[in-house]
């Protein structure tokens, strides 16, 4: 199993809803997170006095997935995340040792 | 302002309802300025000390309503005593005033000329707090705030409005507080934060505002309020002053607005919605002393000016290093000497009085009178703001601990925090129940 992580911009969060649904995915978690990467926030004027804002708010989708479908859904992912602006954000997947359905005790890829 | 002595008989033919229902509403609106403010400023500080800002104008609500009904109203409106005090021991406690005495030159009776003034002197020092946002000890505020209405407040009224006071016996004009309000409170507020200094990181770390929809909640009533705090200040309304004063508070303020809107985008490049609160506020400043002695076209003139030059004023705390949290020595002191000093030029003899200023004939008399008023007001009230900070930094301490300031004094001076961000609770009620100790009795030795 794989876990798949996406850091993007809150407004792609729908289409990318949209496209997990249609792979079949069942489940995800959606985190509020904010940080920055390579574009450094923003500058905001408050009374003429200028702030440099480096945190931006970020969405930060969780999904688990079987081995063979993980790389198809990342690319899935990155394709709805995508506006070719800068801070569209970044996708990665790690392995995952177990998982366990919390009502029935299924483990594995029965859990997903 | 109306004249000032006192008609000890009760003359029942002359009290005018119009008159008097209108001071009573006037007195409201004036009322609702101080939760406005409390609004404007609660939400240009950060979340931590949010409750604070907003209790520092509250409490003025208390604490001044009692003092006022005590010996305030005496103080400041009371027989004059050597054009600096004024005194009359009916006034102590409202204790001899009668409901049908009216106050002297005018329809209203005693009671709505005193509640209308005490509106005044609870909001002018709320206005200081903006300036101590987010360090001071509430209880060092609350005896400030007892000392600085008593010393500076009360008698500074009576100069300016006062039968007897030396500025009104001068003929300063000041129609609803530019100097005795707004110039006192901006100098008051520059002498206490000389004193005891600036926010731990100001100018290192970014203090923005945490609501801005609060500020312009704020903002809005304050412009509401104002007109009973500017109209009201004819103490009556039959002779087209009020109306006047009423229509030169909205254009001023308008103006206002749209001048600090301009400056800031020609030099920040953004039309920011703090700067439509700010620019608002500096016009309702500004037009406060000035409006019953301009025209119209005179008061776009003064809110223009005001709107400008306070937005200019407001950088001055970064380049000349004093911490005025939320620039209430940029906005009403500066704000309270432009419109007050602009009578001296744009006062046209068709308003409140035929004093005439410079533009319309009038010579530089007006000016020298004006100067002569509000350098007084600013000079005494930030001497002795200054002092009376020093005083009570010295015995009680106006300063919460570094830590308390960094932590916030919301929960550390009153016990509560303005917003629950946590979706999981995560407290017990003092008193209740324990939940029954099962963990102690299944632990395991790892």
Known sequence: ?112 | MAPAAVTLAADASRLSSADTGFMLICSALVMLMTPGLAFFYGGMVRVKSTLNMLMMSFISLGIVTLLWVFYGFALAFGTDRGSFLGWTSAFAGFSGIDRMQLWDGTTIPVFAFAVFQLMFAVITPALISGALADRVKFTAWSVFLVLWVTIVYFPVAHWVWGEGGWAHDLGVIDFAGGTAVHINAGAAALGVILVIGKRVGFQKDPMRPHSLPLVMLGAGLLWFGWFGFNAGSWLGNDDGVSALMFVNTQIATGAAMLAWLAWERFRHGAFTTLGAASGAVAGLVAITPSGGAVSPLGAIAVGAVAGVLCSMAVGLKYRLGYDDSLDVVGVHMVGGVVGSLLIGFLADGKGQSAAKGLFYGGGPGQLGKQCAGVFAVLAYSLIASAVLALLLDRTIGMRVTQDTEISGVDRAQHAETAYDFSGAGGGVIAGAAQAPAVARTRRVDA
């Open chain 1, 1 to 112: 199993m794989k876990l798949i992580t996406a850091v993007v911009k809150p407004h792609r969060f729908d289409a990318i809803k949209e496209v997990l649904q249609a792979f079949g995915v069942h489940g995800l978690t959606v985190t509020e997170a904010s940080g920055y990467g390579r574009q450094r926030g923003h500058t905001e004027v408050y009374r003429g006095a200028e702030y440099t804002v480096d945190l931006v708010p970020k969405i930060r989708i969780e999904v688990l997935a079987e081995d063979e479908d993980a790389e198809e859904l990342i690319d899935v992912i990155v394709k709805a995340a995508r506006t070719g602006k800068i801070g569209d954000g970044k996708v990665w997947s790690v392995p995952v040792e177990t998982a366990v359905r919390v009502r029935t005790g299924e483990r594995g890829p029965d859990a997903l």
